[in-house]
């Protein structure tokens, strides 16, 4: 009696693991879009001032979330999002004083 090449062995014990329904697949979409979020700062409050030209917003006591960094300067885009659930993607945002503060600016919506 001859027994099957090392390569077939491997595969006859998955297909039968598989079948007992002892293997999960894992869905690529959940991990697809956390890559895909900007980096996202949820703060308690958002203040959006009227004094500045340009428009803006400043989050207070924040947690960076979706690999946004903790400090220094973020350029491209970065979401801002308050514990009520409102919302404001910027182009830009400085973490100078996070998490007490990130402001977010550069054509703020």
């Known amino acids: 009696m001859r027994w099957p090449s090392a390569t077939l062995v491997p ?3 998955l297909a039968a693991a598989a ?4 293997v999960v697949a ?3 979409t959940a991990a697809a879009v956390d890559a895909a979020a900007p980096p996202t700062y949820t703060c308690e409050s958002l203040a959006v001032p009227r004094a500045f030209p340009l428009p803006f917003v400043v989050g207070r006591n924040c947690a960076a ?3 946004a960094p903790t400090s220094g300067e973020v350029q491209g885009p970065v979401r801002i999002i308050s514990n009520e659930e409102v919302s404001f ?3 830009r945002a400085n973490l100078d004083e ?3 503060r990130v402001r977010g600016y550069a ?3």
């Open 11 to 13: 595969s006859l014990s």
């Open 19 to 22: 079948a007992a329904g002892l």
């Open 26 to 28: 894992i869905p690529a």
């Open 65 to 67: 979330s979706h690999g």
């Open 89 to 91: 993607t910027c182009n």
């Open 98 to 100: 996070y998490p007490e």
């Open 107 to 109: 054509g703020c919506e």
